[in-house]
């Protein structure tokens, strides 16, 4: 894992300097350069694998090709054994001079071949070319900004403002996506100029011309399902055996993060099956009614764990600015605050930590999703006439206390989430269902955006206030494939990369933390879009063949235990004075008012709002005060991390 960078067209040699030093935290082992003529390229190492030969940047062994390298490639032995038997010859130990020989070889059709996570540029000195790639699933994160002719890239968008010769600008419609979504999806970013490479794809640069290409994609698969439970279930679990066992090749110490849900138990059980020493596991806490550290302690004493508990605390808070910095772009979801704090403590005592994310997205486990597929199954089973007359003015007139006790959340609903779940309900047409999906996922509405926005900001986006989806995917919008396919197929092209990966990518590597995520190998990810969907969500219970395979490796108190998001309670923590401090600070009415993108009385009714301890409403402030930080640090930059 490492921090990359590099640029052409640029006769600048400090900037490279620059640039690299903005990624030190992810590569804190080593560093090195490459310079010739207009051409630079920087990399900080987070030494995993070969320690002493696999140094960056690392070139071929004719000259001609130059690489730097972000990520791990899981199957490099294979890999390096199929080239060896084709008479090629290595001086490195290292998955980076593997790679680079099946690039020389293969071309963009190595990509392929590669079981990994990585973000890598390669250089052709002959051919003045360039070339870029992402992983499929997008674990490893990279920006890019071109300029006439010049270009630059780099692992996270604050190298990219190390560049002085062209401010960037802000982009309006990235925080409009933000305030809905809490994250900003695409190719976009909060600057214009500054753009993301999607996952699965990967880009030439030559004679000042970037040519974009994708070489994966998930697949809405429509049947048939011919096969059986139990050939399924054998499939499944070769898969993810290989996965967690791929995922333990490293030359430093490694250890796991541990909840007290099924996903996370089942890596560690796993784990604890391939290796001799117990494992080191990490959880964290936050001292309220739904914390999960009793469970995940009794997960880890069962399986003979060194665990460790963090706890994570209302003047937590205090590290925001911190985080903000850290992730580059305005994430609204306070999880980030535990998880940074995972990453730190972990780092006392490993580099490289596996992960339970992607599990939820694969195989169907979050609320929403059982949500969306019990309103589903309604809208076919009930006339419109009696959803619009009956239904509707029924659940309109039931307290919002009464209707959060329907809800599977360790938090109050409140009259903003009842309004949440009307909306939902007057989308749950199956045309529809990218719609109804991104209005679940999101935090900001229209209904809040129409008074919250100044005038000013509403004539910057031209925004039109209906519901949009996030899917450009013809093969999604065509309509094809099972509802609950369709649904999970939605989630690899923001919900996944730009929200949950960037996420932990971006809070690991601030303190030199290596995430793995075996529920996102490739190969895994490929059979769990061809599973029949009443092995992800049956009878309203999500995960269903994951949980079938746990109750083999684990005890019946962790698989039979209730479906908890890992949630931070921030509504606990809002009358706390260091977070009535933050508050008043950044969402102040001066701020708000210079600003310029919000009603300052708006924003003053939203805050007056929280006494009503309703999760969505603090979350909304929450996520304002983020928003905030970042301009002070990004824009502004009256803020010094």
Same mark, same amino acid.
């Given at each position: 894992? %490492?921090?990359? %960078? ?39 190492? !987070? ?131 933000? !305030? ?19 996952a699965g794809h990967y880009f030439t640069f030559v004679n000042g011309t970037v040519s974009i290409q994708r070489y994966w994609k998930p697949q809405i698969y429509t049947g048939p399902y011919r096969r059986g439970v ?74 003979? %764990? ?5 706890? %994570? ?20 979801d306070a999880i980030t605050i535990p998880m940074f704090q995972l990453s730190q403590a972990a780092k006392q005592e490993v580099t490289v930590i596996l992960t339970g994310e992607g599990g939820d997205e694969v195989f ?278």
């Amino acid at each position: 894992m %490492c921090g990359i %960078c590099g640029y052409i067209g640029i006769d600048d040699d400090e900037l490279i300097t620059r640039m690299t030093e903005t990624l030190a935290h992810r590569g804190p082992d080593d560093f090195g350069y490459f310079h010739e003529g207009d051409v630079h390229l920087g990399h900080r190492r !987070l030494s995993i694998i070969d320690i002493a030969g696999g140094k960056q940047p690392m070139f071929s062994r004719d000259g001609s090709l130059v690489i730097v390298y972000n990520g791990e490639i899981y199957n490099f032995q294979e890999i390096k054994s199929w080239l060896t038997d084709r008479g090629h010859e290595f001086q490195t130990s290292s998955d980076t001079e593997v790679l680079l020989k099946l690039y020389q070889v293969l071309g963009p059709d190595a990509l392929d071949r590669l079981n990994g996570m990585f973000a890598f540029a390669i250089y052709d000195r002959n051919r003045k070319a360039l070339f870029v790639a992402r992983d499929r699933i997008g674990i490893k994160p990279l920006y890019y900004m071109q300029v006439g002719n010049r270009f630059l890239f780099a692992s996270e968008a604050k190298a990219l403002l190390c560049y002085r010769d062209r401010s960037p600008t802000l982009n309006p419609r990235a925080i409009d996506d933000y !305030l809905r979504l809490r994250y900003v999806p695409g190719d976009t970013t909060m600057f214009k100029e500054h753009k993301r490479l999607a996952a699965g794809h990967y880009f030439t640069f030559v004679n000042g011309t970037v040519s974009i290409q994708r070489y994966w994609k998930p697949q809405i698969y429509t049947g048939p399902y011919r096969r059986g439970v139990g050939s399924y279930m054998e499939e499944f679990s070769g898969l993810l055996e290989a996965s967690v066992r791929r995922r333990l090749i490293s030359d430093v110490p490694f250890g796991a993060y541990l909840s007290g849900g099924i996903d996370s138990s089942v890596i560690v059980a796993l784990m604890s099956q391939m290796v001799s020493s117990p494992v080191k596991t990490f959880s964290v806490g936050f001292d309220y009614k739904h914390d999960e550290l009793n469970e995940a302690a009794f997960t880890a004493n069962h399986l003979g %764990c060194d665990h460790h508990e963090i706890p %994570c605390r209302a003047e937590d808070i205090s590290l925001l600015p911190q985080i903000v910095y850290n992730m580059d772009e305005p994430m609204g979801d306070a999880i980030t605050i535990p998880m940074f704090q995972l990453s730190q403590a972990a780092k006392q005592e490993v580099t490289v930590i596996l992960t339970g994310e992607g599990g939820d997205e694969v195989f169907g486990g979050y609320l929403f999703h059982k949500l969306m597929w019990a309103g589903n199954v309604y809208q076919k089973l009930t006339p419109k006439f009696i959803q619009n007359r009956l239904v509707l003015p029924i659940l309109a007139q039931i307290p919002a206390q009464a209707m959060n006790t329907l809800f599977q959340y360790p938090a109050y609903l409140g009259d903003r989430g009842k309004l949440k779940v009307l909306d939902y309900l007057k989308l749950l047409d199956p045309s529809q269902v990218d719609q109804a999906y991104r209005h679940l996922i999101s935090l900001f509405d229209s209904r809040d955006m129409v008074n919250l926005y100044s005038a000013r900001f509403k004539e910057q986006i031209k925004v039109d206030y209906q519901n949009k989806g996030l899917s450009n995917s013809k093969e999604f919008l065509s309509g094809n494939g099972h509802y609950l396919n369709r649904l999970l197929h939605l989630q690899f092209d923001h919900w996944l990369p730009d929200n949950m990966l960037l996420r932990q990518d971006k809070t690991g590597m601030a303190n030199a933390i290596e995430g793995r995520v075996p529920y996102l190998d490739h190969t895994l990810v490929e059979f769990a879009l061809r599973l029949p969907p009443n092995l992800k969500l049956k009878h309203l219970v999500g995960k269903y063949i994951l949980r079938r395979f746990a109750a083999e490796i684990l005890p019946r108190q962790v698989t039979k235990r209730k479906k908890m998001p890992f949630y931070v309670p921030i509504e606990n923590y809002f009358q706390q004075s260091i977070f009535q401090e933050q508050m008043n600070e950044f969402l102040s009415e001066s701020s708000v008012r210079n600003r310029g993108i919000f009603h300052p009385a708006a924003v003053l009714k939203l805050k007056e709002s929280m006494v009503r301890n309703e999760f969505m409403l603090v979350k909304q402030v929450f996520s304002l005060m983020v928003l905030e930080m970042w301009f002070r640090i990004f824009v502004d930059q009256t803020i010094s991390i």
